[in-house]
Protein backbone atom coordinates (compact mmCIF):
# COMPACT_ATOMS: atom_id res chain seq x y z
CA UNK A 1 0.00 0.00 0.00
CA UNK A 2 2.46 2.41 0.86
CA UNK A 3 4.62 1.78 -2.83
CA UNK A 4 0.63 2.48 -4.33
CA UNK A 5 0.64 5.46 -2.61
CA UNK A 6 4.08 6.87 -3.19
CA UNK A 7 3.46 5.91 -7.44
CA UNK A 8 0.20 8.40 -6.66
CA UNK A 9 1.58 11.15 -4.79
CA UNK A 10 4.54 11.26 -7.29
CA UNK A 11 2.50 11.18 -10.67
CA UNK A 12 0.14 14.41 -9.23
CA UNK A 13 2.59 16.31 -7.21
CA UNK A 14 6.46 15.17 -5.95
CA UNK A 15 7.12 14.12 -9.57
CA UNK A 16 4.46 15.96 -11.60
CA UNK A 17 5.56 15.44 -15.31
CA UNK A 18 4.98 19.31 -16.49
CA UNK A 19 5.81 21.35 -12.88
CA UNK A 20 8.75 18.74 -11.83
CA UNK A 21 10.44 16.75 -14.54
CA UNK A 22 9.50 19.79 -17.06
CA UNK A 23 8.79 17.39 -20.07
CA UNK A 24 6.52 17.52 -22.68
CA UNK A 25 6.12 20.98 -22.75
CA UNK A 26 6.12 21.56 -26.32
CA UNK A 27 2.42 20.12 -26.62
CA UNK A 28 1.56 21.60 -23.53
CA UNK A 29 1.97 25.21 -24.69
CA UNK A 30 0.91 24.86 -27.80
CA UNK A 31 -2.43 23.67 -27.45
CA UNK A 32 -3.48 24.43 -24.09
CA UNK A 33 -5.32 28.11 -25.31
CA UNK A 34 -8.75 26.44 -24.36
CA UNK A 35 -9.59 24.02 -21.21
CA UNK A 36 -11.20 21.48 -24.07
CA UNK A 37 -7.65 21.30 -26.22
CA UNK A 38 -5.75 20.42 -23.16
CA UNK A 39 -8.39 18.06 -21.60
CA UNK A 40 -8.13 15.98 -25.34
CA UNK A 41 -4.31 15.99 -25.27
CA UNK A 42 -4.19 14.99 -21.93
CA UNK A 43 -6.50 12.17 -21.75
CA UNK A 44 -4.82 10.92 -25.47
CA UNK A 45 -1.19 11.21 -23.25
CA UNK A 46 -2.74 9.32 -20.08
CA UNK A 47 -3.93 6.75 -22.44
CA UNK A 48 -0.31 6.18 -23.81
CA UNK A 49 1.11 6.54 -20.64
CA UNK A 50 -1.09 3.03 -19.00
CA UNK A 51 -1.10 1.11 -22.77
CA UNK A 52 2.97 1.36 -23.18
CA UNK A 53 3.74 0.74 -19.57
CA UNK A 54 1.37 -1.93 -19.00
CA UNK A 55 2.38 -3.29 -22.27
CA UNK A 56 6.52 -2.62 -21.43
CA UNK A 57 5.88 -4.58 -17.54
CA UNK A 58 3.97 -7.36 -19.00
CA UNK A 59 7.18 -8.24 -21.79
CA UNK A 60 9.77 -6.89 -19.47
CA UNK A 61 11.64 -10.53 -19.20
CA UNK A 62 11.90 -11.30 -22.59
CA UNK A 63 13.41 -7.93 -23.78
CA UNK A 64 16.62 -8.09 -24.07
CA UNK A 65 19.10 -4.88 -22.65
CA UNK A 66 20.55 -4.07 -25.80
CA UNK A 67 17.09 -3.96 -27.74
CA UNK A 68 15.06 -2.94 -24.89
CA UNK A 69 14.82 1.62 -26.31
CA UNK A 70 14.01 0.63 -29.71
CA UNK A 71 11.28 -1.86 -28.47
CA UNK A 72 10.17 0.68 -25.95
CA UNK A 73 9.82 2.71 -29.11
CA UNK A 74 8.23 1.10 -31.15
CA UNK A 75 5.22 0.01 -28.54
CA UNK A 76 4.86 3.86 -27.63
CA UNK A 77 4.60 4.34 -31.66
CA UNK A 78 1.86 1.75 -32.19
CA UNK A 79 0.12 3.16 -28.95
CA UNK A 80 0.10 6.42 -30.15
CA UNK A 81 -0.89 5.58 -34.08
CA UNK A 82 -4.03 3.13 -32.53
CA UNK A 83 -5.19 6.55 -30.18
CA UNK A 84 -4.76 8.60 -33.38
CA UNK A 85 -6.87 6.60 -35.66
CA UNK A 86 -9.74 6.32 -33.06
CA UNK A 87 -9.52 9.99 -32.53
CA UNK A 88 -9.78 10.96 -36.43
CA UNK A 89 -12.97 8.61 -36.28
CA UNK A 90 -14.87 9.81 -33.34
CA UNK A 91 -13.78 12.94 -32.36
CA UNK A 92 -12.60 14.27 -36.07
CA UNK A 93 -12.97 18.28 -35.46
CA UNK A 94 -10.86 17.47 -32.19
CA UNK A 95 -8.12 15.55 -34.22
CA UNK A 96 -8.23 18.57 -36.53
CA UNK A 97 -7.86 21.00 -33.96
CA UNK A 98 -4.65 18.86 -32.04
CA UNK A 99 -3.31 18.58 -35.27
CA UNK A 100 0.02 17.35 -34.90
CA UNK A 101 0.54 17.19 -31.83
CA UNK A 102 -1.06 13.98 -31.73
CA UNK A 103 1.48 12.06 -33.45
CA UNK A 104 4.33 14.34 -31.56
CA UNK A 105 3.14 11.96 -27.98
CA UNK A 106 5.66 9.57 -29.54
CA UNK A 107 8.20 11.73 -28.94
CA UNK A 108 7.46 12.77 -25.76
CA UNK A 109 10.57 12.37 -23.33
CA UNK A 110 8.03 11.45 -20.47
CA UNK A 111 6.53 8.27 -21.75
CA UNK A 112 9.73 6.63 -22.40
CA UNK A 113 11.09 7.37 -19.76
CA UNK A 114 8.36 5.97 -17.67
CA UNK A 115 9.08 2.98 -19.43
CA UNK A 116 12.66 2.93 -19.07
CA UNK A 117 12.94 4.13 -15.65
CA UNK A 118 9.60 2.21 -14.20
CA UNK A 119 7.49 -0.19 -15.92
CA UNK A 120 10.80 -2.25 -17.43
CA UNK A 121 11.28 -2.55 -13.61
CA UNK A 122 8.35 -3.77 -11.69
CA UNK A 123 4.61 -5.20 -11.62
CA UNK A 124 1.55 -4.80 -14.27
CA UNK A 125 -0.17 -3.30 -12.14
CA UNK A 126 2.21 -0.70 -10.57
CA UNK A 127 3.26 -0.02 -13.85
CA UNK A 128 -0.45 0.60 -14.81
CA UNK A 129 -1.20 2.77 -11.86
CA UNK A 130 1.98 4.43 -12.74
CA UNK A 131 0.95 5.48 -15.95
CA UNK A 132 -2.42 6.59 -15.35
CA UNK A 133 -1.33 8.74 -12.00
CA UNK A 134 1.33 10.09 -14.37
CA UNK A 135 -1.06 11.25 -17.41
CA UNK A 136 -3.47 12.46 -14.81
CA UNK A 137 -1.03 14.43 -13.36
CA UNK A 138 -0.12 15.67 -16.63
CA UNK A 139 -3.98 16.19 -17.76
CA UNK A 140 -4.25 18.81 -14.66
CA UNK A 141 -1.91 21.02 -15.77
CA UNK A 142 -3.02 21.00 -19.12
CA UNK A 143 -6.59 21.96 -18.18
CA UNK A 144 -5.71 24.32 -15.41
CA UNK A 145 -3.54 26.06 -17.88
CA UNK A 146 -5.68 25.51 -20.70
CA UNK A 147 -8.81 26.81 -18.81
CA UNK A 148 -7.11 29.96 -17.38
CA UNK A 149 -5.76 31.02 -20.84
CA UNK A 150 -9.01 30.70 -21.48
CA UNK A 151 -10.82 32.58 -19.25
CA UNK A 152 -8.53 35.54 -19.74
CA UNK A 153 -7.60 35.34 -23.12
CA UNK A 154 -11.43 35.42 -23.94
CA UNK A 155 -13.79 36.04 -20.94
CA UNK A 156 -15.40 32.61 -21.12
CA UNK A 157 -14.12 28.53 -20.82
CA UNK A 158 -15.54 25.34 -21.89
CA UNK A 159 -15.90 26.66 -25.80
CA UNK A 160 -15.96 24.11 -28.07
CA UNK A 161 -16.64 21.50 -25.54
CA UNK A 162 -18.83 20.21 -28.07
CA UNK A 163 -15.91 18.71 -30.47
CA UNK A 164 -15.59 16.20 -27.58
CA UNK A 165 -18.87 15.72 -25.54
CA UNK A 166 -21.08 16.06 -28.57
CA UNK A 167 -23.88 19.23 -29.50
CA UNK A 168 -25.18 19.14 -26.45
CA UNK A 169 -22.21 20.09 -24.96
CA UNK A 170 -22.32 23.58 -26.35
CA UNK A 171 -24.53 24.22 -23.51
CA UNK A 172 -21.51 23.78 -21.35
CA UNK A 173 -20.12 27.25 -22.48
CA UNK A 174 -19.60 30.05 -19.82
CA UNK A 175 -19.27 33.38 -20.46
CA UNK A 176 -17.97 35.56 -17.66
CA UNK A 177 -18.48 38.91 -19.68
CA UNK A 178 -20.59 39.91 -22.88
CA UNK A 179 -18.47 43.07 -23.42
CA UNK A 180 -15.08 41.72 -22.68
CA UNK A 181 -12.41 42.58 -24.44
CA UNK A 182 -10.09 40.01 -24.58
CA UNK A 183 -6.32 39.92 -23.29
CA UNK A 184 -4.67 37.94 -26.40
CA UNK A 185 -1.20 37.55 -24.52
CA UNK A 186 -3.47 34.76 -22.55
CA UNK A 187 -3.45 33.28 -25.81
CA UNK A 188 -0.39 33.72 -27.52
CA UNK A 189 2.80 31.18 -27.02
CA UNK A 190 4.03 34.07 -24.55
CA UNK A 191 1.15 33.42 -22.46
CA UNK A 192 1.34 30.09 -22.32
CA UNK A 193 5.06 30.30 -20.72
CA UNK A 194 4.04 33.18 -18.23
CA UNK A 195 1.41 30.91 -17.05
CA UNK A 196 3.19 27.55 -16.65
CA UNK A 197 5.90 29.58 -14.61
CA UNK A 198 3.15 30.66 -12.58
CA UNK A 199 1.63 27.56 -11.79
CA UNK A 200 5.33 26.06 -11.00
CA UNK A 201 6.11 29.18 -8.68
CA UNK A 202 2.84 28.27 -6.92
CA UNK A 203 3.61 24.53 -6.78
CA UNK A 204 7.32 25.70 -5.30
CA UNK A 205 5.89 28.18 -2.24
CA UNK A 206 3.50 25.26 -1.32
CA UNK A 207 5.79 22.60 -1.26
CA UNK A 208 8.23 25.53 1.02
CA UNK A 209 5.42 25.83 3.08
CA UNK A 210 4.56 22.18 3.78
CA UNK A 211 8.31 21.52 4.95
CA UNK A 212 8.40 24.72 6.80
CA UNK A 213 5.03 23.20 8.98
CA UNK A 214 6.37 19.70 9.15
CA UNK A 215 9.94 20.71 10.34
CA UNK A 216 7.72 23.21 13.28
CA UNK A 217 5.34 20.30 14.53
CA UNK A 218 8.46 18.17 15.75
CA UNK A 219 9.42 21.48 17.78
CA UNK A 220 6.13 22.31 19.31
CA UNK A 221 5.36 18.46 20.03
CA UNK A 222 8.65 18.75 22.36
CA UNK A 223 7.67 21.79 23.73
CA UNK A 224 4.13 20.26 24.61
CA UNK A 225 5.70 17.42 26.08
Known amino acids: MMQKNKIIKDGLWTNNVALVQLLGLCPLLAVTNTFINGLGLGL???????????????????????????????????VVTTIELCMNAWFHELYLVLGIFIPLIVTNCSIIARAEAFA????????????????????FVLVVLGGLREALGTGSIFSNANLMFGESAKQMLIVFSDDYPGFLLAILPPGAFIGLGLLIALKNIVDRKQKSLAREQPISEQATA
Do not use: C, Q, Y
Not at 49 to 78: D, G, M, Q, Y
Not at 120 to 139: P, Q, V, W
Open 120 to 139: SKNNLADSALDGFTMGLGFT
Open 44 to 78: ATMLTLVASNTSVSAIRHWIKPEIRIPVFVLIIAS
